[in-house]
């Protein structure tokens, strides 16, 4: 099975302008503390590539709400715009996230997914 994605032209950058390989950060499993510092670890490699906008690629039923607090704060105090794209589902503290996304970066799949509930 093959994923197609039509990437938006604010996302693209020109290779020959990054320093190193552009990070895409991919969050698809529980969020845990784990999750969380390497997520730093990535926005902060991010800053450090050329790149013009930092990807995050949701697909996560989520999980721990201080996780999502430390990586809302990450995206909050980023100098790049930081896009966020679910590709199957962002449910729970996913969609919190997806939510963080900056404006005019959120994007989602045709056919994903989007849970938010009350508790």
Request: avoid cysteine; hydrophobic fraction near 45%; glycine fraction near 6%.
């Amino acid at each position: 099975m093959h994923r197609y994605m039509i990437v938006d032209p604010k996302i693209r950058a020109k290779r020959a302008d990054l320093l190193d390989e552009p990070v895409v950060i991919r969050l698809n499993k529980h969020f845990n503390e784990e999750m969380a510092e390497k997520f730093a670890t990535d926005m902060a490699k991010a800053h450090e590539t050329g790149q013009t906008v930092i990807p995050i690629v949701l697909d996560s039923f989520g999980g721990e709400v201080y996780s999502l607090l430390d990586m809302i704060s990450q995206i909050q105090n980023s100098r790049l715009p930081v896009a966020t794209i679910v590709e199957g589902k962002a449910m729970s503290a996913g969609a919190m996230l997806y939510g963080f996304g900056w404006n005019g970066y959120r994007y989602m799949a045709e056919n994903a997914t989007l849970m938010i509930h009350d508790r």
